[in-house]
Every structure is written in structure tokens, then in C-alpha cells.
């Protein structure tokens, strides 16, 4: 079946079975490789992507119910002119070791500071709950956050 | 129409003369808006990137430029032209010898290319210290996760249903299970082979004496459990051929010179035939030290004439990849009223799965770290690791340290309790030096472990804080 | 009621594989601009290994991080390497590393040496020069000696070497012998908060201190305990496979519990000033050690806080109120 969603500003297409997931497509027929498959039933968050302003295991939707929708994925985080300060923080303060749970983990940052500019420590940590990580004990992923959330406050000020 | 020498400089006049060429390039590009980028046309700089010298700066990765951006690569988002897809089905049983395999209804399925079986491989075992793993079981399987087929179609989903129709015959054998019950060898994991597979002793002085003198006795045992890596990327491989016979595999395995080696061994092949090329671990840990499906996917891509990629589940990555050791450990240790540990008795029990894997190295590294970093002179350490009918225990973050570390430190506490002593003192009062005597003997250098405790009880405030 | 509880654990861990061959080979090209390109056979695993070779080549070249570009994980065009594992690779990989640049860097010593009227063996590379040892400013750009001894003398600048621990054999009645060439040590203070009527605990806050000689690259260093100290507390508290019957019957992350973000306790790092004569620039290493005595630390700051003392991994929150409860009605039977 023909599903057509907007990714990254793009409206993209493709035609696939009906039962296959939002993951899937991005990763197999639209060649967006940036969502992870990690468990593939929504425990490990490396799926996540953001759909309408809303956060979500792209594993557990399908593709069909995309369909029509606004989806961002990592490769849209940066613009042709700059990386996202959360880009450029995660980079700078080391925040990601082997960087598989990274996109999951910067979508759902990203989800986070636009809807809460200078979220507290508790507040990160709770929207950082769906997203594991293996390597970094989320140190400085949550010191990166911080950072970033500053930069966009004192930026967008 | 051939061009003529006339024609070319007639060509080369025109550029020379052409004014935008010889103007310098200042005029600014505008790009239309939808003009797709890989990446932003500013990127920061590092500063500690560029500082000289090098060692101690907080240096940026480039990796890390490259996880933000989406855009590290790992095995799972390689794709190849033609690639096909394998699953590998996995043992029903404990313990059970395999009668029969019949993969003719899953060869009939419409998308399945071929299927694989143990028989077909022609070294059919690997194993980094004792080669006693199967890379698919023919004969026997041993553990739940021991793989029995494998299927190769056009389609994941082809596959994954083709491997339920691959029919297979067992006859269940008694199992063990129990680290404790498999050292009585009453069930054998590999027959004729004793349970206990390997062994270590260390032995200084003389621990009965010195126990007999001690003014104090402590006993105890201290058990750890069966825990999985969960790097958060499940393993993954594709393995492709060239037209000169030469088959290189992508894969997510962090020791690709082994990895070649025991391709090599498993496949007959020279290893100047064989590349093995990795490009980011998304996570390893210790759990991907050595081939899992490398040798499966090269002959189904044989057979099959495509590149084969084959990833994990996240169920096959808690079944049949490797777990940490579970230890049971009895600990005996008699210090005198000062506090001084003057013996220490250690036997430890490794339960080593159903495959030797990487136990050989955890035994070893178990058995020199179970006293502790502590100055004794009396010690006898002994570890058996013993084969159960379960998930094949390996190398994870410690190779046994983690396990002895629990039980020596929680002893010490004991030992403080008993004796009225401040943790920290007792342990100031027996922790190594530079040039202390290791549990081996070997005279150790570069020692840190008393500065380690003294400046982490300072900023802990370990004097001042209360309950 | 909420008890809180202090617990220490130290410890010490090797370096490289037991006593058995760990080699590791590298090569070093050095490019006729200055910056330079080095192959190494192992495999970036997240730690930051590709960077952390890539300073060591770049200190010993007298160059900056940026300037030297890795390239690995190849077993075609990369030689061969026994593999980040056994916390290995900043000691055996960056030694041959070493090794390999000082080949490389010896050519460029003796093509600059006569265009600087000394002999090789006074100069020094640094800050991107090829400079006379106690009179730096007589010096020569290391790109335009690279660019020198390639195309002029017909020498290009290029280095290969191995290294592999040196050990002794471990006696088989008595396992005595010098099995690692080098150890790191550590310790991690833990403090928690044990809910006497639950059982749960939470880290509230771990201290680690931990020695791995010159830290190459300290952000990468803390990088490597925060993640450790994660898996040690999973360790402690609450990772177990369940198994019955021959099967496991949590294979699955909704059932295997393992840190999230709301598990990890606040953590203080901080580097045994240490400098280790036999590893790169003093190295050591620090993959796995910082993964070892968080649960022990954990496990003593359970005893302080409410007095049981749990033998078994994990300490699940059943486990320790089944041990409290037992503990309270011993209290009672001696009353």
C-alpha cells in the first residue's frame, strides 16, 4: 500500500506491506537510517521519532497510521546552516560513547526543550525514561541537555 | 566525430577568455531553499582537537559529530544491491541430541533461497580457548540458544516465517542446571568429558596454619547472578562475495583478527580470501568477542549468490549470546585483633554455560583478583568452572571482577564490624603499596590503591557524614 | 522509614589478556604537510578508542589530535590487533602506536638533521616542528620535512611496530607468576537511601576515585566510570535472567530491568594522579574497572543503612525486606 507522510519538511512516499512499521519505512524504503532497531516492542526508545509534536516509538506504529503526518527523524535536527545546539552540546561535552541510543536520545531531547526551554534535572530525567543506554549512565547526556536548553533560552531570548 | 586538434584550442581559447573564470570567486552562492545537505555548510570547530600536545585534552570525537548527526553507520543500516536476509532458528530443548532436520517444507516456501544446517559447514565448531561450540548444532544442542537452521529469503519476514517450518526431530536428554549439582557429573553437558572444564589454583604460604592462628574466623558465601550485556545494537552481520572467490563480511563482532581467524578455520578457507570489516560497535561489553553468524551467512551467500545480512533479535540477544558468569563463592578469611588479614580462603564455583567461550579468561582473572588488592601472606584460592545446560556464560565488563569484588568487600565490612574498626582503616591497614607482593607474587608497580581511598573518603566528607 | 546508609569498596584490576600473547600492531603515515594517518586493526566499541590512539599518535608526532586521521577495522588495510577487550587497548594498542610514530618520526629526525647542522638524535618533535632540543627556535616546519625526506631524499615517513606485554607463566600446582604487566585501582563510594518498609533502595550518590595512570582523555575517562557505575548498579539492584526449566523467562527488556534515567544516582568522578613508566605517556586504561566495585560499594551502604548484610546479587527490594524482616524477628526472639 501507497503511504505518504511529510519527513523532515519532505513529502515522502512509498509503497509497502500494510504491516509494516513507521520504523521500517524510514529506515528500509526511505533510506533514513537514523531511528534504531533495538528491541523492536517499544522498551529501549532508539526508535523514537517525533510525529505531529508528539514523541513516539516509531517500532510500534505502523507506517499506515503515519500516513499523512508530520514526522521528524535526527536527520532533521540540523538545518543546511547550523547544527542543533543539541547536536553541538552532545558533541562538545561527550555525551555519547558508542551513539546508538543517540537519535532516539536527541529526539526525545528535542521534544523536551521545545516544550519546556529550561527543563530542571527530575524533568530531563523523566523524559529521558524511555530511552536506554548502555554506555554512558546518562551523565553527561542530561549535563548535555542543560547546556543546550541554555543555549536555545538565551538564543530564542 | 572525432575531435580534431583544431577544434581543442579552439575550446581552450574560449576558457581562457571566459571573464568568470579569471575573476576571482567572491560572488555569493544562494541556494534554493530545498537544496538537500548532509550536513550543515557551518560546523564548529574543536579547540581541543587542535591543541598541541595532544595527551590530557578534553578532545572531541569526530564520532561524535557523526551520532548527532544520525549519520554513524553500523552494520543494521548497511544495505548492499540484491541483499537477502537470514533468520537461525534456535534449539527447543535444554539438552537433546538432534534426530533429524527437515527444512524441505521451508526450501518450498515462495522468497526462501536456501537454508543451512551444521552438516554443511565444513569445520563445524569455534570457541576461543577450547573449540567446543557448535556454529550450528548437527549433533547435539545444549542450551536453549544453540542454533539448529538457518534460512535465507528475500524478505525478513519470509524468513522469520520460514523458520517455523522447518521441522525438527529431538530426543530430549536429562538436563542440568544448577552450577553446584553439575560438579557431582551425574549429567553430562559434553560426554565423555568431566563437567568441571577447567580449574585454577593459587596457593601462597600456608592458609591452615595461619587460619588456626588468626584471632578472628569469618565465613561466608556470596552468589551473583545471570546478567546480559544489552549493548543497545543487537548483533549484525552481511556477508557478500567477489567474482575472485573472496568473501568479505561487515560485522558488529569487536575483534575482526580473530574474527578472520575462525571464519577461516570454520569455512577451509585461506584468510587472504577472507575481509573482515566493522565499523561502529554500537555497544560490546564483552559480548561480541567472537563469531556468532559470520560463518552462516558466508555459505548462504554462496549458495545464494547475494549478500546476506543477518541482525538479532532482541530475544536472540539475551538467549544466545553470552552472560557473565554466575559465581558462588566461599570466602574464609582470619585476621588478628589489630585487623590484619593473615589468611584467606577462597573457593569459588563459575557456572560456565554450555560452551567454554571465554570462561578459560574469567576462571584465570576470577582466581588472581578474588583476594582483593590486599597485603596477605597466606592464601589458597580454588575455581572450578563447570559446563550446565543453560546460556553460554562469556566475557562481560570484568571477566570476574565485579563477582569477587562483591564478596572480598563485603567481607572486609564484616570484618570491621566485628573488630569495631572505620571501613576505611581496616582496609588503609591491609591495601597494597608500591612494591607489595601480589597473590601470585609478582611485585606490583604503579599501585594506587590506598591514594584511591584516601582521596575518595575525602570527598565523600566518609568522616563527617552521618546517617 | 527511610535509612540512609554510607558503603566503600576498593579494588584492582589488570591490564591485558592473563599471562597469554595480547599483541597489537600499528602504522603510522606521516602525510608531507605534517598531519598524518594511522591504521589500527581494532574496532571503535563506543569507549573512544579511535580518539584516544589518535592522540597518543598525534603527542608522540608532536602534532595535534586534529591533525592525525584513524583508520581502523579492516582487516585488509589495517594490521592485525588482539581487540578492545580486557580494558587493553589505550596500553597495548597505544604502546605499538608509540612505537610506530617513533619509526616514522625517526625518519623525519634524520632528514632534518643535516638541514638543521645537528645530528638526529638532538631534536625533538613539537607544536608542529621538527626543533633542536634546548634551542627550539631552530626548527623546520614537520610538514616541510615530511615534504623533504619524501621527495628530495626519496625517504617517505613511514613507521609500523607491535607490542605485547611482557609476563611470566603461572605455575600450575600454585598459580604463582606475573600474569599482567600492569594493574589500575579504584574505589567508589556509594550513598543510599534503604525504605525499611519496602525494601526499595536508591542511589542517592556515588564518589568514584579511580587510577588509570595519564588520563589520555579525561572527558572520555569520566564517560567510561559514569557508564560503568550504571552497570553496577543494575548489577546490584536489579538485572537477573530468570530462568526455570531450561528457558529463560525474561528475554525481553519490558522484564529485565536495567538502569534508566531515573535510576542513576548523582555521580563525582574524580583521577588518581598516576603516571604508569610502561604504559603510552603513563597510561594504562580504564574500560572495564569502572564497572567492578560499584555493587560491593552499594551492597555496604545497604548494611549501613539498615544493618542486613545480602549475599546473593541482586538486591532486589523482596530480597531486602525479606532480610530485615528476618533480622527484626531474630531482634524479637532474643527480647
Known amino acids: 500500500m501507497l503511504v505518504q507522510l511529510k519527513v523532515n519538511g519532505e513529502l515522502r512516499s512509498a509503497d509497502v506491506p500494510p504491516e509494516t512499521t513507521l520504523l521500517k519505512m524510514l529506515r528500509e524504503h526511505l533510506g533514513l537510517t537514523g531511528a534504531k532497531l533495538g528491541c523492536d516492542v517499544g522498551d529501549c526508545g532508539t526508535c523514537t521519532v517525533i510525529v505531529d509534536g508528539q514523541s513516539v516509538n516509531s517500532c510500534l506504529m505502523l507506517a499506515a497510521k503515519a500516513s499523512g503526518r508530520d514526522i521528524t527523524t535526527i536527520e532533521g535536527l540540523a538545518n543546511s546552516a547550523d547544527l542543533h545546539p543539541l547536536q553541538k552540546s552532545f558533541e562538545e561535552l561527550g555525551a555519547l560513547q558508542c551513539g546508538f541510543c543517540g537519535p532516539g536520545m536527541l529526539i526525545s531531547a528535542k521534544n523536551l526543550l521545545d516544550k519546556n526551554p529550561e527543563p530542571t534535572v527530575p524533568e530531563i530525567r523523566d523524559a529521558l525514561s524511555g530511552n536506554l543506554c548502555r554506555c554512558t549512565g546518562y551523565t553527561k547526556i542530561i549535563e548535555a541537555i542543560q547546556d543546550a536548553g541554555r543555549a536555545m533560552s538565551s538564543a530564542g531570548a | 566525430m572525432a575531435t580534431t586538434v583544431k577544434d581543442v584550442k579552439k575550446g581552450a581559447k574560449n576558457l581562457t577568455t571566459d571573464k568568470d573564470l579569471t575573476a576571482p570567486a567572491v560572488k555569493p552562492l544562494t541556494l534554493p531553499k530545498d537544496n538537500p545537505v548532509i550536513y550543515p555548510l557551518t560546523l564548529p570547530e574543536s579547540e581541543a582537537r587542535r591543541q598541541t600536545p595532544a595527551v590530557g585534552q578534553r578532545a572531541s570525537r569526530p564520532d561524535g559529530r557523526l551520532h548527532g548527526l544520525g549519520q554513524t553507520k553500523y552494520i543494521d543500516d548497511l544495505t548492499f544491491p540484491h541483499m537477502i536476509f537470514a533468520k537461525v532458528l534456535r534449539s527447543e530443548h535444554a539438552h537433546a541430541r538432534i534426530i533429524s532436520i527437515d527444512t524441505s517444507e521451508a526450501e518450498a516456501m515462495p522468497g526462501v533461497l536456501a537454508t543451512l544446517t551444521g552438516k554443511e559447514i565444513p569445520v563445524n565448531s569455534f570457541g576461543p580457548t577450547l573449540q567446543d561450540q557448535p556454529v550450528l548444532a548437527d549433533s547435539v544442542v545444549r542450551h536453549r540458544g544453540d542454533g539448529v537452521a538457518a534460512v535465507a529469503a528475500v524478505t525478513e519476514q519470509i524468513a522469520a516465517d520460514a523458520l517455523e517450518k522447518i521441522k525438527v526431530e529431538y530426543e530430549v536428554l536429562p538436563a542440568v542446571f544448577d552450577s553446584l549439582e553439575a560438579l557431582k557429573d551425574e549429567i553430562k553437558v559434553h560426554p565423555p568429558h568431566s563437567n568441571i572444564y577447567t580449574s585454577k589454583v593459587i596457593k601462597k604460604g600456608d592458609v591452615e596454619k595461619a587460619l588456626a592462628a588468626s584471632d578472628h574466623v569469618f565465613h561466608r558465601q556470596f552468589r551473583t547472578q545471570m546478567v546480559e550485556h544489552v549493548p543497545l545494537e543487537p548483533h549484525s552481520s552481511v556477508a557478500l562475495w567477489d567474482g575472485n572467490g573472496r568473501v568479505t563480511i561487515y560485522t558488529s563482532l569487536g575483534r575482526i583478527t580473530l574474527g578472520r581467524e575462525d571464519v577461516a ?46 541482525t538479532f533479535t532482541r530475544g536472540d540477544e539475551f538467549i544466545s549470546s553470552t552472560i557473565r558468569h554466575p559465581f558462588i563463592m566461599d570466602y574464609t578469611s582470619g585476621v588478628n585483633k589489630e585487623g590484619k588479614i593473615l589468611a584467606r580462603k577462597i573457593r569459588l564455583v563459575l557456572d560456565g554455560g554450555a560452551y567454554c567461550s571465554w570462561t578459560g579468561t574469567t576462571i584465570g582473572k576470577g582466581s588472581i583478583l578474588a583476594p582483593g588488592p590486599y597485603n596477605i601472606d597466606n592464601l589458597l584460592v580454588e575455581a572450578y568452572a563447570v559446563y550446565t545446560n543453560k546460556t553460554t556464560t562469556g566475557a562481560m565488563r570484568g571477566f570476574g571482577a565485579p563477582q569477587v569484588c562483591f564478596a572480598y568487600e563485603s567481607q572486609m565490612d564484616d570484618i570491621a564490624e566485628k573488630l569495631g574498626m572505620d571501613p576505611l582503616e581496616i582496609r588503609l591497614r591491609n591495601a597494597f603499596s608500591e612494591g607489595s607482593s601480589s597473590p601470585t607474587s609478582q611485585v606490583l608497580q604503579s599501585v594506587a590503591v590506598r591514594e584511591s581511598l584516601i582521596q575518595a573518603s575525602e570527598r565523600f566528607g566518609w568522616k563527617e557524614w552521618t546517617q | 522509614m527511610i535509612r540512609r546508609g554510607k558503603g566503600m569498596a576498593c579494588m584492582w584490576y589488570p591490564i591485558g589478556f592473563t599471562v597469554a600473547a595480547n599483541p597489537s600492531a600499528a602504522t603510522v603515515k606521516i602525510n608531507t604537510d605534517g598531519t598524518a594517518t594511522l591504521l589500527t586493526g581494532t574496532v571503535e566499541t563506543g569507549q573512544g578508542a579511535l580518539t584516544v590512539l589518535g592522540q597518543i599518535a598525534a603527542e608522540t ?18 594490521p592485525m590487533d588482539t581487540g578492545a577487550i580486557a580494558s587493553r587497548t589505550t596500553y597495548v594498542t597505544g604502546n605499538a602506536i608509540v ?17 638543521l647542522d645537528v645530528k638526529p638524535e638532538q631534536l625533538e618533535a613539537r607544536d608542529r616542528k621538527i626543533q633542536v632540543l634546548g634551542f627550539p627556535s631552530k626548527s623546520i616546519s614537520i610538514g616541510k620535512v615530511a615534504q623533504h625526506s619524501e621527495s628530495v631524499i626519496g625517504r617517505p615517513a613511514i613507521g609500523s611496530a607491535s607490542y605485547n606485554p611482557p609476563t611470566v607463566a603461572m605455575d600450575p600446582q600454585t598459580g604463582q607468576g606475573k600474569p599482567f604487566n600492569t594493574y589500575v585501582y579504584a574505589t567508589q563510594i556509594a550513598e543510599v537511601e534503604v525504605d525499611d518498609e519496602t525494601g ?29 557505575i550504571s552497570m553496577g548498579v543494575g548489577f546490584a539492584l536489579q538485572e537477573e535472567i530468570l530462568f526455570k526449566d531450561g528457558k529463560q523467562i525474561n528475554p525481553n527488556l519490558t522484564n529485565y530491568i536495567m538502569p534508566t534515567s531515573l535510576d542513576m544516582p548523582e555521580i563525582e568522578v574524580e583521577l588518581v594522579d598516576n603516571y604508569d613508566p610502561t604504559g603510552p605517556f603513563g597510561a594504562k586504561g580504564a574500560g572495564e574497572p569502572t564497572a567492578v566495585p560499584t555493587a560491593a560499594a552499594i551492597l555496604n551502604a545497604i548494611h549501613n543503612a539498615v544493618g542486613v548484610r545480602i549475599t546473593s546479587l541482586p538486591a532486589t527490594a523482596e530480597k531486602v525486606l525479606a532480610a530485615i524482616n528476618e533480622q527484626r524477628a531474630g531482634e524479637g526472639k532474643a527480647a
Open chain 3, 99 to 115: 612505537r610506530a610514530a617513533e619509526v616514522a618520526r625517526q625518519i623525519l629526525f634524520e632528514a632534518a638533521a643535516p638541514l
Open chain 2, 265 to 310: 578455520r570454520t569455512l577451509g578457507m585461506a584468510q587472504s580470501k577472507i575481509r573482515l570489516v566493522g565499523t561502529i560497535v554500537g555497544g560490546n561489553f564483552g559480548g561480541k568477542n567472537e563469531i556468532t553468524n559470520e560463518p552462516i551467512l558466508a555459505l548462504l551467500s554462496k549458495k545464494t549468490g547475494r549478500p546476506v545480512k543477518c
Open chain 3, 200 to 228: 526499595e533502595v536508591e542511589v542517592k550518590k556515588i564518589v568514584a576515585v579511580h587510577d588509570c595512570g595519564t588520563p589520555i582523555n579525561p572527558m572520555l575517562v569520566e564517560g567510561q566510570i559514569q557508564g560503568g
Open chain 3, 61 to 78: 608526532l608532536g602534532i595535534s589530535t586534529d591533525d592525525v586521521h584513524v583508520v581502523s577495522a579492516d582487516t585488509d588495510s589495517t
